[in-house]
């Protein structure tokens, strides 16, 4: 058995940039992982996000690269690599395919709205609004 992937619109735009997503499609075998990658040409964005929908469902958020750093939602059963900076790739591994993992899977570039301070151990944001 196959789970199909519905890669939504391979190039997307902005007005002042595009985002990219490849595979257009893909077929993968029960318990394979499916790799799915993302790049964008917009100066000063630094984040990735993925979302996944299924038929007749709404987008799930499934993961986020901000730079070089992923977060994977708990649950989700994916892993994200990769930069999220202007023309690089950040990649959303999906494990263990199950026949729910079929699915059109989106990804969005934008740009972080919070300046980080590291003391420490400690970690905390600044609005810039």
């Known amino acids: ?6 890669i939504a619109s391979s190039v997307g735009s902005s007005l002042s940039g595009e985002v990219r997503q490849t595979p257009a499609d893909l077929y993968k075998e029960l318990k394979q992982t499916a790799k799915v990658s993302c790049s ?11 979302y996944k929908q299924t038929k007749n469902k709404q987008l799930e ?3 986020h690269m901000l730079a070089n750093i992923g977060f994977a939602e708990e649950g989700a059963m994916v892993k ?16 263990s395919l199950t026949l729910n993992s079929s ?18 151990s400690n970690c905390r944001s600044e609005s810039l609004y």
């Open 80 to 95: 994200i690599d990769g930069n999220a900076n202007k023309g690089q790739t950040c990649t959303l591994s999906i494990e």
């Open 103 to 120: 699915a059109v899977y989106f990804c969005a570039a934008s740009y972080h709205s919070a300046r980080w301070y590291i003391y420490a």
């Open 61 to 63: 958020f499934l993961a």
């Open 1 to 6: 058995m196959y789970v199909f992937f519905c």
């Open 40 to 50: 964008h040409n917009i100066k000063n964005y630094d984040r990735i996000l993925w």
